[in-house]
């Protein structure tokens, strides 16, 4: 469960002081304050006038809102700045750039032993985990991102024989969101005996034997929770020899639609191979959406995916949890299974018997539309609450939550008579006796009705519009997959079958336990690249001070990408994106990675 990261030690303080029971551990927490869908933007964000695309694989500056307001002479000066080798300085930087992530890329992420390039090594490692079973050889996946300790064994034909997973819930629960330091000193605790319960689970006694090689989640997410997991990565890489695979979070998400769901039998060596990626087939699109999740990606291959939209500020998952919390309902492990409760609460009590006397109202007018017919119901209720759509008028796939969660706000303000201010915390959350006596229940389960069907018809619009940007590409999605906490919404769900209904294609929600953070995803979309030899690296070495050291040792550099976009923008969306810092972002990911 990802609610929200605080970033500041102050406001993990304000928000522990908005809570009936302060947790009495005391922490520090690193200062910058952007929410953690900062940390998935693209690099198109523009944190200041000049904005930077990639396009094509290269950066391309884009000046236009500053020369907007140069005089023209002044923006020819800017453009005329050569270096002495006859290039522009822009160029230069740009080239010093693209150097850099070279240079990263040869290296290897994790592993100073670099990654299998040649064809003589991709033969090798082919011919490697061949040797240690084929296509039942095991792979291990591990994933410490945010607050969940994870940790599976995958076969390489893509059946989950074992999963270990210790959440961290209870830890972040009294602090409304996610505190870095204390995840990174849960999941310190946590990782050596998941991997242990994996391990144990799947028989395996000689890793070096048993297990083909290790993926791990290397960002996007927190540093410092990253860094765990890398780190016990590496120890298992370096002490029993076997690759390693540095795995995007976002594209294990992505990719665990095609993982099978159906028991690993250890006998199956005889049956006839089948294709990997039973579910969902190249090219899809996939919609994820969580707590630290919005995104609508394009997804043509392994490393070939093209962000169609993202959010401007909130996940929805977010602004799920904010409204649940701000409506005073139980936000334990997430308030988005609260609040959607509490809308349906107000669909069957409120709308329901209204619907039915319409309906018979309306016996003989058949013309009526569904939209028409939902507004003559309405009419029939007292002191109607409703919320606009976000972005209706913005053409585009990206998605915004502020301006819903700020309507929350004022609705509770007007319509409860409670001040709502944000800068005081203790006066952030409703005080849930109200809601157990039933106080105001019908109006806060208005609000949250209204607030679920903005919610869900804003995925709704930029779900529709991806499709169809796709299939203008002259690309044929074989199916829509929507992953992440907020996909077990039954409303949502709904909604996007009947989308995915429109559009003639299958809608694909994986299970529950792998929509939200898990180790399967981080195993299999390591999987994915070993078959295809796709930055995997060669194992770590054991005299390396990545392998000399202990996991705890908080001093050893390990190269992560915290901030890292899985692939390029599509060049009709925004993508702008909150308090992004372009310069510490790591090149999308992509095929060649
Ligand atoms: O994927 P997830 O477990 O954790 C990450 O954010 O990575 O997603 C958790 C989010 C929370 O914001 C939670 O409130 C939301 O998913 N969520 C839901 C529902 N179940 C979980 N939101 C709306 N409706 C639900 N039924
Ligand atoms: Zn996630």
Redesign the pocket.
């Known amino acids: ?3 929200r990261v605080l970033r500041s030690a102050a406001e993990a303080a304000a928000a522990a002081a908005a809570l009936p029971v302060n947790p009495t551990t005391t922490t520090t927490t690193t200062t910058t304050t952007r929410s953690i869908a900062a940390m998935y933007a693209s690099p198109s964000s523009s944190s200041s006038s000049k904005s930077i695309r990639f396009s094509g694989g290269e950066f391309v500056r884009s000046r236009k809102a500053n020369s907007k307001r140069l005089p023209r002479y002044a923006a020819a000066l800017t453009a005329a700045r050569f270096s002495a080798r006859g290039t522009t300085i822009e160029e230069d930087e740009e080239k010093e750039e693209q150097m850099k992530h070279l240079r990263i890329d040869q290296k290897g992420i994790v592993s100073d032993a670099g990654v299998y390039t040649t064809k003589e090594e991709k033969m090798f490692l082919k011919n490697a985990i061949q040797l240690k079973g084929g296509k039942n050889a095991f792979i291990l996946g591990i994933e410490t991102s ?3 300790t994870a940790c599976a064994i995958v076969t390489k034909s893509g059946f989950v024989v074992s999963e270990a997973i210790k959440s961290q819930v209870s830890i972040h629960e009294n602090w409304g969101g996610v505190v870095p330091t204390l995840a990174k000193e849960a999941h310190q605790n946590a990782i050596d005996d998941v991997v242990e319960e994996c391990l144990r689970k799947a028989g395996v006694t000689d890793i070096g034997k048993q297990v083909s090689a290790v993926a791990v989640t290397v960002g996007p997410g927190l540093s410092m929770c990253l860094r765990v997991g890398v780190r016990k990565a590496q120890k298992i890489s370096g002490e029993y020899g076997i690759p390693i695979v540095p795995v995007h979070h976002m594209e294990a998400h992505c990719l665990v639609a095609r993982v099978k769901e159906e028991e690993w039998n250890a006998n199956s060596e005889e049956e006839e191979e089948e294709e990997n990626g039973g579910v969902a087939k190249f090219p899809f699109v996939a919609l994820l ?5 919005n995104v609508l990606l394009k997804v043509e291959g392994v490393g070939r995916y093209t962000i169609l939209g993202q959010t401007l500020d909130d ?4 602004a ?2 904010k409204t ?1 919390r701000l409506l005073g309902l139980p ?1 334990g ?5 609260a ?2 409760k509490l809308a349906k609460e107000y669909e069957e009590i409120v709308l329901e018997p209204r619907r039915e006397q319409c309906r018979k109202e309306t016996e003989q007018e058949a013309h009526i539309t569904d939209e028409v017919f939902e507004k003559i119901v309405r009419k029939k209720v007292k002191n109607p609450i409703r919320f606009t759509v976000p972005l209706r008028k913005r053409k585009t796939c990206d998605f915004s939550f502020a301006g819903l969660k700020t309507n929350v706000r004022l609705a509770i303000e007007k319509h409860l008579g409670a001040v709502v201010d944000e800068s005081k915390p203790e006066q952030k959350v409703l005080p849930s006796e109200n809601w157990d006596g039933i106080e105001n229940r019908e109006t806060r389960a208005a609000i949250a009705h209204a607030f679920q069907t903005a919610a869900v018809t804003h995925l709704e619009d930029r779900v529709s519009r991806a499709l169809e940007w796709v299939e203008s590409d002259g690309v044929s999605p074989t199916c829509l997959v929507v992953a ?3 996909a ?5 769900r709904k909604k996007l079958l009947q989308i995915g209904a429109n559009h003639s294609i299958d809608v694909v929600f994986p299970k529950p336990s792998w ?3 898990n180790g399967v995803m981080v195993a299999w979309a390591g999987i994915e690249r070993l078959n295809l030899a796709l930055g995997v690296e060669k194992p770590v070495p054991r005299n390396s001070e990545a392998f000399a050291k202990d996991e705890k040792d908080r001093d050893v550099q390990v190269r992560l990408k915290p901030r890292w976009p899985l692939g390029e923008m599509d060049e009709r969306a925004i993508g702008e994106v909150k308090s992004s810092k372009v310069s510490k972002m790591a090149r999308p990911l992509g095929s060649s990675d």
Not at 289 to 293: E, I, K, L, Q
Not at 315 to 318: D, N, T, V
Not at 333 to 337: A, C, S
């Open positions: 469960m990802r609610p945010c607050d969940d959406v969580s707590g630290g999740h996940a929805i998952g977010e799920y949890d649940a936000v492990g997430g308030g988005g299974p609040l959607e992440g906490g907020v077990s919404n039954q409303k949502i929509c939200t953070d």
